[in-house]
């Protein structure tokens, strides 16, 4: 896969560099965490750790999956990869929708980083891109993951609940360390908030942990 491809590289990279055979930890957000994990599932030895940040897991999820003609698996705008029916144009408030933050003062004085996160949004990806075939995360099993492993998100995110949370902690596999970190008043997007840097603090503390 193409994150197993980049994990692989920045090994090589840095191995050639002189700093040992350290290999890449491996952070995934939102759906993202999802494909993170399921990268670890699979591909254990590309990376040292993992981190699910505001993951969308939820064990009652079962994504369908889509009428046989109906899979997508192109890269190019024809038949099985439409582009017209997975892009649409990117505005603000589709680049602000992670930021799920529902009191009328955040909504109306939104934090100075997640202002700038939309207008970075808006100039560098033109088109929102939607999430397609998603039954493929179906493969999704929390006792498959034997890498040391944190699990953060913030205590109001909507998405990631604490109870998918905690099953997702709980379910991890046996033999490795786990961390659970809640970030209080933290939403969905805790790196566009006010608290994003207790996010960052507590990723690079698990991060430096040796293992």
Not at 188 to 197: N, T
């Amino acid at each position: 896969s193409d994150v197993v491809s980049v994990l692989k590289w920045i090994h090589k990279k840095h191995n050639n560099e002189g700093s040992g055979d350290n290999k890449p930890a491996l952070l995934g957000w939102s759906h993202g965490a999802l494909i993170a994990q399921i990268t670890a599932q699979r591909h254990s030895e590309a990376l040292s750790k993992l981190i699910l940040y505001g993951s969308m897991y939820n064990p009652n999820m079962k994504y369908p999956i889509p009428p046989h003609g109906n899979l997508h698996t192109g890269h190019t705008d024809h038949e099985d990869f439409p582009l017209r029916e997975m892009a649409a144009r990117n505005e603000y408030d589709g680049a602000m929708e992670d930021f799920t933050n529902v009191s009328n003062e955040a909504r109306i004085f939104p934090p100075l980083s997640a202002k700038l996160f939309a207008e970075a949004a808006l100039a560098s990806d033109p088109i929102k891109v939607k999430w397609w075939n998603l039954h493929q995360l179906n493969e999704c099993h929390p006792s498959l993951v034997k890498v040391p492993t944190m699990v953060i998100a913030g205590d109001q995110d909507p998405y990631a609940t604490m109870q998918t949370q905690a099953e997702l902690f709980t379910n991890l596999g046996r033999g490795v360390d786990r961390v659970w970190s809640i970030i209080a008043n933290g939403d969905h997007a805790v790196h566009l908030s006010d608290e994003r840097h207790r996010l960052a603090e507590n990723i690079n503390n698990f991060l430096e942990t040796p293992v």
